[in-house]
């Protein structure tokens, strides 16, 4: 049996990640998307997410509810532990990922591919202030750190998305089958 891959999307803040991700498993509804666990406000828009309280990510990372979890902008993030078992059952996962939790994350999946998304500076901060979740303080903070580097030694495929939304997930879907055949 061919096994999966978590293909893990990173990008700064405002890159485009869920746009990307949702043509992604338009165009191939065989990939899971995942849902991540996060200790954010169910009400604030952007993707799809269970929302809890600090303390119940807490007791859920304590009780093994997560393979992958990380903190990262005051938040805490959790990517359930169903998906290393759809992972080593064939399928592949696409989520929304951070790069501080690639070297975590090589660990536990093999297959790991990793979709980095990238914008002009220009292009990121049009796109955080039109979402309105952020102040121009936290803006600047997330700005500043676009260009955070990724892990040596990991699979990964490197597509911009300052044009097309389209045209950036044809380029992504033309990066990402190779490893398929």
Known sequence: MNRGRLIAVVGPSGVGKDSVMAGLI??????????RTITRAADLGGEDYDAVTPDAFAEAARNGAFCVHWSA????????????????????????????????????????TVLNITASPA??????????RETEAEI??????????????LNVVTIANDGALEDTIAQALDALQPARA
């Open 140 to 153: 600047a903070a997330r700005l500043a750190q676009a260009d955070k580097c990724l892990p040596s030694g």
């Open 123 to 132: 292009t990121l901060a049009r796109r955080l202030a039109g979402r309105g």
């Open 73 to 112: 902008h005051g938040l805490s993030y959790g990517i359930p532990a169903d998906v290393l078992r759809d992972v080593q059952t064939g399928t592949d996962c696409l989520a929304n990922f951070s790069r501080s939790a690639l070297a975590q994350a090589s660990g536990i999946f093999p297959t790991l």
């Open 26 to 35: 338009a165009a191939r509804p065989d990939m899971r998307l995942v849902r």
